[in-house]
């Protein structure tokens, strides 16, 4: 793909990822500041629920959405799965958002290539991922990726066609390493709608302290590592089947 090329899909595709995102932001813009309220956020779990099936599916799709769109943060998403469903409740559809979500992008990366993905993607987040190409170590290696909270977890799914890893053990462990994660924010949006602020906040810090261990864990098991090689499509004989 020529530089020109590359660069005009890249602007397109940014101008109308972040204008549909700016204009939902804009619209809904009373109703996220609403839920600085314990009552508009009782009141949203009230009307999420109200609407049995319908309101799983739509938190679903938000679930499956941010984990299909890498680059969008995930810890809002959760806080509003446990707001609605509570932690375990919270839980259990994130975990079927993410499975569904690794597994749509996985092959969508298969499909289009990493250096397609590579556009859109900050280079040094390749470098912080650089320990998933220990062939000998790539399962644990996966595991430890995703359940980092330093460590951008949604961006190695579209890594994951090129590691030595097939592909339901890959799907198997993004899943399984991501529950410390989403549990910690379904239980603090389940004691924000409960309005457990001071619990709330404690657990908010606990995390942050997590992730600055994770990030000095993550630094140290990519030091003295190579850069990921991106450049060219992957080789799919690198995929076990």
């Known amino acids: 793909?020529?530089?020109?090329?590359?660069?005009?899909?890249?602007?397109?595709?940014?101008?109308?990822?972040?204008?549909i995102i700016g204009f939902f932001m804009i619209y809904f813009a009373d109703f996220f500041i609403s839920l600085a309220s314990l009552e508009a956020r009782q009141e949203l779990r009230?009307?999420?629920?109200?609407?049995?099936?319908?309101g799983w599916f739509l938190v679903f799709g938000i679930q499956f959405v941010q984990v299909f769109i890498a680059f969008l943060p995930s810890e809002p998403v959760e806080l509003l799965m446990g707001m609605i469903y509570g932690t375990w409740?919270?839980?259990?559809?994130?975990?079927?958002?993410?499975?569904?979500?690794?597994?749509?992008?996985?092959y969508l990366a298969k499909w289009v290539g990493v250096p397609f993905f590579k556009l859109f993607i900050k280079k040094n987040y390749f470098e912080k991922l650089e320990f998933l190409q220990d062939?000998?170590?790539?399962?644990?290696s996966v595991f430890i990726a995703y359940l980092m909270?330093?460590?951008?977890?949604?961006?190695?799914?579209?890594?994951?066609?090129t590691l030595k890893i097939k592909p339901w053990k890959f799907f198997f462990l993004s899943t399984i390493a991501r529950n410390p994660k989403i549990v910690t924010s379904t239980y603090v949006g389940h004691h924000l709608v409960e309005g457990d602020i001071i619990l709330s906040i404690v657990v908010f810090f606990g995390t942050g302290l997590l992730s600055v261990i994770s990030i000095i864990v993550g630094r140290y098991l990519t030091r003295k590592k190579e850069v990921i090689p991106v450049e060219g499509d992957y080789d799919d004989s690198n995929n076990l089947h």
């Open 1 to 19: 793909m020529q530089e020109k090329t590359a660069k005009t899909i890249k602007i397109i595709v940014f101008i109308i990822t972040f204008g």
């Open 46 to 54: 009230t009307q999420v629920r109200e609407m049995e099936y319908w």
């Open 89 to 106: 409740g919270g839980l259990f559809v994130g975990l079927i958002g993410v499975f569904l979500g690794t597994i749509c992008s996985y």
């Open 135 to 140: 062939e000998k170590k790539v399962a644990i």
């Open 149 to 161: 909270v330093g460590v951008p977890s949604d961006v190695v799914t579209y890594l994951g066609p």
